[in-house]
């Protein structure tokens, strides 16, 4: 059985912060936001019920980078690196997005389910990863695998 260790940080190690059980859903994300922000071709992050996180909020610093679906990103105030993301589906639902590089080990998460936005891709991945392609099939990608991966993990 794999032990998951949840201790987390900032890039800097400057903000801490412990996920409380281990995610069930990673995803690699090619939007320009997720590019600019992460200064990669592609962010790799896992989601999980925010209940399951345990954020420093006095050290992070949350910005809203776009309308509408509400996805505040979190950074950390020492080195403004991304920490955490906090998307609301609706009141009392909120998920969060931790890069999966903020994991001090990376045993225990789960292999990717999916690439998001793959029609920004800035490099092929040749790997045999669901790709989906354009704004609202990826929408409806990551808003399935949220429902099915990780509210069946809000309920264990």
Request: glycine share 6%; hydrophobic share 35%.
């Amino acid at each position: 059985m794999t032990v998951f260790d949840s201790q987390c940080q900032c890039p800097c190690g400057q903000t801490h912060f412990s996920v409380l059980k281990a995610p069930k859903l990673r995803l690699y994300c090619h939007c320009e936001i997720c590019q600019r922000v992460y200064q990669q071709p592609y962010s790799d992050f896992t989601v999980l019920p925010l209940s399951h996180v345990e954020l420093p909020m006095d050290d992070i610093r949350f910005k809203k980078l776009r309308p509408p679906p509400y996805l505040q990103r979190g950074f950390c105030q020492h080195c403004d690196q991304p920490v955490a993301g906090i998307f609301t589906l609706m009141p009392g639902l909120k998920f969060a997005f931790i890069p999966s590089a903020n994991y001090r080990a990376k045993k225990g998460l789960p292999e990717s389910s999916g690439h998001l936005f793959y029609h920004r891709r800035r490099v092929p991945c040749d790997d045999n990863i669901t790709k989906h392609h354009g704004y609202w099939r990826s929408e409806w990608a990551v808003t399935k695998a949220v429902l099915t991966h990780v509210m069946m993990q809000g309920r264990t």
